[in-house]
C-alpha cells in the first residue's frame, strides 16, 4: 500500500521538533497577550508576527512531501492451550472439554486468516514450558495427558523467551489451573502475568459441573512406619447436582498373596456438596505398599473413574523386628546373636533352644525352662510382626515346628524374610527338605538318604561373579577385600533354584548337575526374600587372623548387607527402578531402570523386566532390554496399562531380582475433583488487562490491531532550506519595522 502525506526533515530528532512547535506557541501566546494590551493599532503587528513566527517554525521543521509503501503486520497473539487430564472430562454438552477447546482455538484463527488478522501461536501447557499442541484424537489422546495445568510455568517461559513478545495472550482452558493455586486474590492472579506485561485473555471450555461423586484428596499425617498405626484424611465430594448426603469410604491394601485387606472404613456425612473423614490404618510391612481409597458407586455419576484413588506408601521401619531362633549356644550363634543385640535400630526376640525333648533329665519341663517356647504364638499368632525370623542351626522335628512350615510358607510370600544359617541341624539335617518351607527357600534341597547333609572339610569359600557384583555384599568387601576366612564345613545344598543367585561357592564340591556348590545364596519368594547360608563360621569374620587384621568388622558387614537387602535398602538392591512422570490408566509410559555400572560378558546381556498385576487378573508382560556397560540408565517403553496396582521385577543376566510396585489411575490428581472453574479465569483476565469470554461468545474477544511496518520510504523537500530561511529572516524584518512604527521594543 502506497501512502502519501506532508513531513518533516529527516535529519530533524523527535524532540527537536517538539521544542520548535513549543517555542512556537509560546511566542504566538505572548504575541497574543500584547496585541490585545495595545487594542486595534497592534493588528498589523500581530498579523507579520503571526506570519514570521509561521515562517521561522518551517524554516527549523523544513516541510517535505513523504511518499511511503507500508505493510499492515498482523499482531501476535499466543493461544495457551491446556492438555492437563482434566480436558478429558465431560464438557457442558457431554462431550470431552478437549474438543470444546479445540473448536474455541479454530474459531480464534479463523479470525486471523485476514490479511490484517493476527498471527496466533497455538502451544499446549501442562507441566514446564509449553509446547506445540498435539493432534487431537480421543478422551485420552496426546492433548489431554499433562498430569499438571502449571500455567504459571507457560507464562514464564514465554516471557524468557528469546522470540517476539506477544501483544496479548489467551488462555483456554476449563479454569483448573495448578497455577495459580487456590488463592484467587488480584495480587496473586496478576503476579502470574507480571513478567509478561501484557494482557491475558481467557475463554472457559465449561461452566457446569458433571454428575459426579469423587475422593478429592487423601492425604497422611506423617510418614508411614511399619506396624504404627497412621491417620489418613479423606476428602469427598458431589457434584453437578448429585444427590449424596454420606459416603462409605473403605481403606484396603493391594495385595499378590490374596485378596485386599481391608485397612479401615468410615462413613463421610458431606454438606455444601463436600466432607472429610478421618481413618487410621497399619501397613505391616516395609517398602512400597499401595493402598486403594474407595467410595461405595453412586447412582448417575457420570465419571466412576475417580470413585477410588490408589495410593502407594513408601512403608519405612522404626526398627527392624527380628525373631532369631536357635538350636544350640554355638560360637556363631552368639556372635550373631551379640551382633543383632548391639544394632540399635533391630529389635531382636531370641530363643535358644538348651535341650532336646530326648533328653533325659530326670527333671519335669517347668523346673528346666527358664522361658517355655511358645511355639504356637511365634508362628502363627506373632509371625506376621516380624520383619525377618533367622532360623540359625534349628531342627524343626522335635520342637513340633513342621506344622508350622506352611506359615512361613505363607509369611514369606506375604513379604517376610527368612534366613536360614547353617549347622549340625540345619538345612537337610534339619528335616526341612522336602516341607514346604524348602519351596521358598533359594537352594534345592536333597534327600539326607542319598547324600551326606554336611561336608565336615575345612575350605575357604570362593565368590562368584555375581558376590563380587552385588551391592549387598559390598560393605563386607570394603571391610575384609577378597579375603574370606576359613570355614569349618559346610551344608550340603543342592543347585540354585530359580530366581536364585549364589554369592559364595564351594571350591570343590559339586551339585549334581556339576555346577559348584553354593554356600551363601539369596532369592526373591513371592512379595519377600529368602537367604540361604551353608556355613556355621561367619564369626570367623571377627575372630580369627583375618577378624584381627580388620578389627573384626567383617561380620557385622556381611550381616547388615544380607539383612538390609531382606529390607529391601534401596543401598542394597541390585537395580533402582521408577516409572517416569507416574502411570496413567490407558495411556503408554516409560519405566527407568538405574543398574550399577558392571564390566565383562554381564555387562554386555540383556535384563528382563516382568509387569504382573498384583491381582494377578492379566498375563505377566515381558520385556528385554541390552545392558549397557555404563552407569546410564535403561528406559523401558510399558505399553497403555488398566487401572490397578502392578509389579515390576527386573532380573539380570545374574539372576539378581529388583521389585518396584506402582499404581496406575484414571485421570489422577486431575479427575479428582471434576469441576471446572471459570470465576478463576474472569478474575485472571480482570487482574491482567484482559477479557473473559466463553465458548459461546469467543468472537467477542478484543484483538490487538496490527502494527503498520514501512517497506520503502520517500522524503521530498516542499522547498530548498534557503528559501524557507530566506523567507522568514524577510518576514521577521517587516515585523520589527511594524512594532516600531507602533512603539513597540
Not at 101 to 110: E, P, S, V
Not at 252 to 274: F, I, M, N, T, Y
Not at 405 to 434: E, N, P
Not at 678 to 698: H, I, P, S
Request: hydrophobic content about 45%; overall charge negative; aromatic content about 4%.
Amino acid at each position: 500500500m502506497l501512502s502519501t502525506h506532508l513531513g518533516t526533515s529527516a535529519d530533524l530528532p523527535p524532540w527537536g521538533v517538539a521544542v520548535a512547535v513549543a517555542l512556537a506557541v509560546a511566542s504566538l501566546s505572548l504575541l497574543l497577550v500584547e496585541v490585545r494590551r495595545e487594542g486595534r493599532g497592534a493588528i498589523g503587528v500581530g498579523v507579520t508576527g503571526l506570519l514570521a513566527v509561521v515562517a521561522l517554525l518551517a524554516a527549523v521543521l523544513r516541510p517535505a512531501r513523504v511518499a511511503a509503501r507500508e505493510t499492515a503486520v498482523g499482531a501476535r497473539v499466543v493461544v495457551l492451550a491446556d492438555t492437563s487430564r482434566s480436558m478429558a472430562l465431560p464438557g457442558d454438552d457431554g462431550r470431552p472439554r478437549s474438543e470444546t477447546r479445540d473448536a474455541i482455538i479454530a474459531g480464534l484463527t479463523k479470525r486471523g486468516a485476514d490479511p490484517d488478522g493476527a498471527r496466533f501461536v497455538v502451544l499446549g501447557f501442562g507441566e514446564g514450558a509449553p509446547a506445540p499442541l498435539p493432534e487431537h484424537g480421543s478422551n485420552n489422546d496426546a492433548s489431554a495427558r499433562a498430569a499438571h495445568s502449571d500455567l504459571g510455568a507457560a507464562l514464564r517461559a514465554i516471557a524468557a523467551s528469546a522470540e517476539e513478545r506477544p501483544a496479548a495472550v489467551v488462555v483456554v482452558s476449563d479454569g483448573r489451573l495448578d497455577d495459580p493455586a487456590e488463592d484467587v486474590s488480584a495480587a496473586a492472579l496478576h503476579a502470574v502475568g507480571a513478567s509478561l506485561h501484557v494482557p491475558i485473555d481467557t475463554v472457559a471450555t465449561t461452566r457446569r459441573a458433571p454428575a459426579d461423586a469423587s475422593i478429592r484428596r487423601v492425604s497422611a499425617a506423617g510418614a508411614a512406619v511399619a506396624h504404627v498405626p497412621l491417620p489418613l484424611r479423606v476428602d469427598v465430594g458431589c457434584a453437578g447436582g448429585l444427590a449424596c448426603d454420606e459416603l462409605t469410604v473403605t481403606a484396603h491394601e493391594l495385595r499378590d498373596d490374596g485378596p485386599p485387606a481391608l485397612l479401615a472404613s468410615g462413613v463421610a456425612h458431606l454438606e455444601d456438596g463436600k466432607g472429610t473423614l478421618d481413618l487410621t490404618i497399619t501397613l505391616e510391612r516395609a517398602g512400597s505398599r499401595i493402598v486403594e481409597i474407595a467410595i461405595a458407586p453412586q447412582q448417575g455419576d457420570a465419571v466412576p473413574a475417580n470413585d477410588r484413588r490408589l495410593v502407594t506408601f513408601e512403608v519405612a521401619r522404626e526398627r527392624v523386628r527380628v525373631l532369631h531362633v536357635a538350636g544350640r549356644p554355638t560360637n556363631d550363634v552368639r556372635a550373631l546373636r551379640q551382633w543383632l543385640k548391639s544394632d540399635a535400630s533391630v529389635d531382636v526376640v531370641a530363643f535358644f533352644i538348651l535341650r532336646t525333648p530326648t533328653n533325659d533329665v530326670h527333671a519335669s519341663t517347668n523346673d528346666l525352662a527358664l522361658i517355655p517356647f511358645p511355639v504356637d504364638e511365634l508362628f502363627r499368632d506373632r509371625l506376621p510382626s516380624f520383619d525377618a525370623v533367622v532360623l540359625q542351626d534349628f531342627d524343626a522335628q522335635p520342637y513340633g515346628l513342621e506344622k508350622y512350615l506352611d506359615d512361613l510358607r505363607h509369611y514369606v510370600h506375604g513379604g517376610g524374610g527368612l534366613v536360614m544359617v547353617g549347622g549340625q541341624k540345619s538345612f537337610v539335617a534339619g528335616g526341612y527338605a522336602g516341607t514346604p518351607l524348602a519351596d521358598v527357600l533359594p537352594v534345592q534341597l536333597g534327600d539326607s538318604s542319598d547324600a551326606p547333609s554336611a561336608d565336615t572339610s575345612p575350605f575357604v569359600p570362593d565368590w562368584t561373579a555375581a558376590g563380587h557384583a552385588a551391592p549387598l555384599l559390598a560393605p563386607l568387601r570394603a571391610a575384609v577385600g577378597d579375603e574370606l576366612p576359613e570355614m569349618p564345613g559346610a551344608n550340603v545344598l543342592g543347585d540354585v533354584r530359580r530366581g536364585g543367585v549364589a554369592l559364595w561357592s564351594h571350591p570343590s564340591r559339586r551339585t549334581r548337575s556339576g555346577a559348584k556348590m553354593p554356600v551363601l545364596a539369596i532369592g526373591d519368594e513371592g512379595d519377600g526374600r529368602t537367604i540361604a547360608l551353608g556355613v556355621d563360621g561367619t564369626w570367623e569374620l571377627q575372630f580369627s587372623e583375618l577378624g584381627a587384621r580388620t578389627a573384626g568388622r567383617g561380620h557385622g558387614a556381611l550381616w547388615s548387607g544380607l539383612l538390609g537387602w531382606l529390607m529391601r535398602d534401596p543401598r542394597f538392591e541390585p537395580a533402582q527402578l521408577d516409572v517416569v512422570g507416574g502411570c496413567t490408566a490407558g495411556l503408554p509410559s516409560t519405566l527407568r531402570a538405574r543398574l550399577p555400572p558392571d564390566s565383562g560378558a554381564a555387562a554386555s546381556s540383556m535384563v528382563r523386566l516382568e509387569i504382573t498385576r498384583i491381582d494377578g487378573q492379566h498375563a505377566p508382560l515381558r520385556l528385554e532390554a541390552a545392558r549397557p556397560r555404563d552407569a546410564e540408565p535403561i528406559d523401558l517403553p510399558l505399553p497403555a496399562l488398566e487401572t490397578g496396582a502392578y509389579s515390576a521385577r527386573l532380573s539380570a543376566a545374574d539372576g539378581s531380582t529388583t521389585r518396584h510396585d506402582f499404581a496406575c489411575e484414571a485421570g489422577g490428581d486431575e479427575w479428582a475433583d471434576t469441576r471446572p472453574d471459570a470465576k478463576r479465569l474472569e478474575a485472571l483476565a480482570a487482574a491482567t488487562g484482559g477479557a473473559f469470554a466463553t465458548a459461546a461468545d469467543v468472537t467477542s474477544l478484543r484483538l490487538p490491531k496490527p502494527t503498520t511496518v514501512s517497506a520503502e520510504r520517500h522524503v521530498t523537500p516542499v522547498a530548498p532550506p534557503w528559501v524557507w530561511t530566506l523567507t522568514a529572516a524577510a518576514l521577521l524584518g517587516i515585523h520589527w519595522i511594524a512594532r516600531r512604527r507602533n512603539g513597540l521594543s
